[in-house]
């Protein structure tokens, strides 16, 4: 099966730090979506990741796609406490489901 | 943006009952909607894939006879757990593919907090 890991599975940061979280798999991917989830609520998606190696920002969120297409990073630069949430990497099957990695719970405290 | 609406946000049944939870998309139209299941601290599972005027695709372990999924339109999905107990509280949560602008985007709903006690 084409898991995605997620990790860490929990970080909670001061105001103000850099962190970084990762997706990895061991199968390639055509494409890689990042979703945010509050609690009570469904996911948003940040962003979706189509061609090797490539880097897109959005403010100070930070998304790179491995060069090989098997994993994703997610850079957020001087976290805010609006930035909590779940963070969630997900795959886009060939028949169009979307399947979820693990997520990293975020905890940016003040 | 377009907006799918789920409903009820919450609920609560007694053990044996049935509920029934309601997914619209409100300014598209989705052909295909897919219904997730998510315990607290844990990521979302999907259950199966709703698909307009045809069968609902099942994920591997989902009974299909406990979770009983119509679409009827093209704008509304239900997922209905049918006698409930107290293993199916869960959040349950459906999506569906476009209105985000982006070509490969699902909408999400809210979700449904299930409750059987």
């Known amino acids: 099966t084409q898991l995605l890991e997620q990790s860490p599975q929990f970080l909670s940061i001061q105001e103000g730090e850099n962190l970084t979280v990762y997706c990895n798999s061991s199968?390639?991917?055509?494409?890689l979506q990042w979703y945010r989830q509050e609690p009570g609520e469904g996911p948003v998606l940040l962003v979706t990741?189509?061609?090797?190696?490539e880097v897109k920002k959005l403010k100070r969120l930070t998304f790179q796609f491995g060069d090989a297409r098997k994993d994703s990073s997610l850079h957020i630069t001087a976290a805010q406490t609006g930035d909590t949430g779940l963070y969630l990497c997900a795959r886009r099957s060939t028949l169009g489901r979307l399947y979820f990695g693990r997520g990293t719970q975020l905890t940016v405290w003040p | 943006g377009a907006v799918v609406s789920q409903h009820p946000s919450r609920v609560i049944c007694k053990s044996g009952t049935s509920v029934k939870i309601e997914c619209r998309s409100l300014d598209f139209q989705a052909t295909t909607m897919f219904w997730y299941r998510q315990f607290p601290k844990q990521s979302l599972m999907l259950m199966a894939t709703s698909n307009e005027g045809s069968k609902a695709t099942y994920e591997q372990g989902v009974e299909k006879d406990k979770f009983l999924i119509n679409h009827a339109s093209l704008t509304l999905s239900t997922l209905t757990v049918t006698s409930a107990h107290p293993e199916d509280s869960s959040f349950y949560i459906c999506s569906a593919r476009g209105g985000t602008g982006e070509v490969y985007g699902y909408t999400f709903g809210s979700g449904t907090r299930l409750t059987v006690v």
């Open positions: 990741v189509v061609t090797g190696g």
């Open positions: 199968s390639v991917f055509s494409s």
